[in-house]
Nanobody, 118 residues
Framework: EVQLVESGGGLVQAGGSLRLSCVVS????????IAWFRQAPGKEQQGVSC????????SYADSVKGRFTISSDNAKNTVYLQMNSLKPEDTAVYYC???????????WGQGIQVTVSS
């Protein structure tokens, strides 16, 4: 059974940093990606960043480029999202999502709250 579990959220002041973790288990194949999404109250879900577990390639939303960094530790089956220079508009519930390349099915974590105070 595939499971994704997020941790590391919380409350931080604007300009501060947080590191989110997504522990992945149950993937028995290596052609997949892990992505971070977020959803703020009253807003649509937004893709934040993605990393391919096949070749390590990464992508970022324009709104977080230069501030957020996605990385993986394959030995720990964990994907990280380092968030620096946080802004109040980064406040949202953050989710990690796992998906095999070229397959429609995806698995989601339970989400974790990130709150940035001004």
């Amino acid at each position: 059974e595939v499971q994704l579990v997020e941790s590391g959220g919380g409350l931080v002041q604007a300009g501060g940093s947080l590191r989110l973790s997504c522990v992945v288990s149950g993937f028995t194949f290596d052609d997949y990606s892990i992505a971070w999404f977020r959803q703020a109250p009253g807003k649509e879900q937004q893709g934040v960043s993605c990393i391919s577990m096949t070749d390590g390639s990464t992508s970022y939303a324009d709104s977080v480029k230069g501030r957020f960094t996605i990385s993986s530790d394959n030995a720990k089956n964990t994907v990280y999202l380092q968030m620096n220079s946080l802004k109040p508009e980064d406040t949202a519930v953050y989710y990690c999502k796992g998906q095999r390349h070229n397959f429609a099915r995806a698995w989601w974590g339970q989400g974790i709250q990130v709150t940035v105070s001004s």
